[in-house]
């Protein structure tokens, strides 16, 4: 049997998914097999695995840095805010339905059931597990019902590490807190990590040796605050952009921060380019002055689309085209620079149809199937030929002049044609397209030349982020004691 060790939270946005990746990182550098694991996400940013199947985006960054390719058994359990409707519901890495609150645990116990299948598959095929859990395992509310924190670290007989955000203020009445109300649970926590300090270490010892004066528990390590980790945030609680370095002009990539947003992990690439300024805005000059506009996907794409129209964004879209800005939309939001979108089924919303914003000449009917593939293809849209690669998560289909890439599914081999051009906007549905280099640089190249910029070398952006791997796991190793750890193992 695998040993396991637990990382929760005070709250959400603690730290927990980074910690779990580092730590990933830390041992399989030390020769350990380790795998990432957490029962039930609940994110509107997800990955699409080799076997087609969709999974939370912090446990794919989590295998990245176990070195190892992610599977559906890592995150059995993942959910997916869609509005009035509720969530979605995804076990096993497939759409499972659409429930409320309340009849999500009314199905607790057969979730339970893919919970524990998924880990006892990943125990033995590894020798440790990291469990990340979710929220804070002190929502008593909840006790009885969720699947993710204690009832998790019981089932895997696993030491939990309870990390605060001190950044946010009041760490050590959370940790307080969360070991008074946990009553027989508390004796699973084994040590206390504060993330995201700022200051002088030695002003925080006093706190340090008091907390562990009541609670009988140590504090293992202090995190400092560190604002260029360079690694995938696991939800939208907060919305960084990026301003270049650089001297001379920049790039204006501008991202339409939609009420749905997601996979907003798409654009990560842009924050290593030296030139390029990455900002995420609901404001209307910022549309209007961008030399590269995205509409993003979302969750509920025709609410969004609506929201486009009622804020008047979407005239905004349609400006910003007319000034010759390159207008792109991926997934949820190629469908929105369509023509139409209908619904007739009532899969997202009780709108049957809705008028796109129409900069592309495609139609979309959403249906209720979901496609979750793995995609690879070659692309001449800017001119040189160079290969397109990632993944597709969406629940419509669009017709019309369709065919701008033509794309493979590696599950099944079977080619397709995908996207589409009319002007200066293009549109596809393939999430992560711009991981890739040379599509990267192609595209920023056209327009650097359009503001009389010299064009720039491709930025190796897989490098860039195992640099950065690497460089949060070196900074967490020396910030946490890896031998109190180690013995907890």
């Known amino acids: 049997m695998a040993k396991a060790l637990m ?88 759409v499972h339905d659409t429930m409320s609150a309340r009849a999500y645990y009314a199905f607790r116990d057969e979730a339970w059931r893919a919970v524990t299948e998924a880990y006892e598959r990943l125990c033995r095929e590894h020798d440790l597990i990291l469990i990340e859990g979710a929220g804070s395992p002190a929502e008593i509310n909840l006790a009885r019902e969720e699947i993710v924190n204690m009832r998790m670290a019981r089932h895997a007989r696993s030491p939990v590490l309870l990390v605060g955000d001190i950044d946010r203020g009041g760490v050590f009445a959370s ?100 030139d390029v300024e990455l900002l995420f805005t609901r404001n209307r000059t910022d549309l209007l002055n961008a030399d590269l506009l995205i509409v993003p996907g979302s969750k509920n794409t025709v609410k969004d689309l609506l929201w486009l129209r009622e804020t008047g964004l979407a005239e905004s879209i349609k400006r910003a085209a007319a000034r010759r800005a390159m207008v792109v939309g991926i997934c949820g939001g190629y469908q929105m620079l369509g023509r139409t979108i209908r619904d007739p089924l009532g899969v997202e919303s009780e709108v049957g149809e809705a008028r796109g914003v129409g900069l592309l000449d495609v139609e979309t009917e959403i249906q209720p199937e979901k496609v979750t593939a793995q995609c690879e293809g070659h692309s001449n849209l800017f001119g040189s030929a160079c290969a397109v690669r990632g993944y597709e998560i969406h629940m419509g289909k669009s017709t019309g002049e369709v065919g701008l890439f033509t794309l493979r599914r590696l599950s099944d081999g079977r080619s397709f044609p995908d996207g589409s051009q009319k002007g200066s906007a293009w549109g596809t549905y393939l999430h992560g397209i711009f991981d890739g280099d040379q599509f990267r640089a192609a595209m920023l190249d056209v327009l650097r030349r359009e503001k009389g910029l010299p064009p720039r070398e491709p930025v190796a952006f897989r490098e860039v982020r195992e640099r950065n791997m690497q460089r949060w796991a070196r900074r967490l190793e020396e910030s946490l004691d890896m031998d109190f750890i180690g013995g907890l193992l």
Do not use: W
């Open 175 to 274: 940790f307080m807190g969360t070991v008074a109300l946990l009553d027989g649970d508390a004796g699973r926590i084994r040590g206390f990590v504060v993330n995201k300090f700022r200051g002088d270490g030695e002003i925080l010892r006093p706190g340090l040796d008091l907390i562990r004066e009541k609670t009988g528990i140590p504090v293992v390590g202090v995190v400092p605050h560190v604002t260029d980790v360079g690694l995938d945030e696991e939800d939208g609680l907060s919305f960084s952009g990026h301003i270049p370095r650089g001297d001379g002009e920049s790039l204006r990539v501008v991202v339409v921060r939609l009420p749905y947003i997601s996979n907003f992990t798409d654009f990560e690439p842009f924050r290593h380019e030296p």
């Open 7 to 94: 990382v929760q939270g005070t709250c959400s946005g603690a730290g927990k998914s980074l910690l779990v990746a580092g730590l990933c990182r830390i041992f399989a550098d030390r020769g350990v097999r380790v795998a990432p694991f957490k029962s039930q996400n609940m994110a509107l940013n997800s990955f699409v695995t080799e076997s087609g199947a969709e999974i939370g985006r912090a446990q794919a960054l989590q295998a990245e840095a176990a070195r190892l390719t992610p599977t559906a058994d890592m995150n059995p359990i993942l959910l997916k805010a869609s509005g009035s409707k509720g969530c979605q519901v995804i076990v096993a890495g497939r």
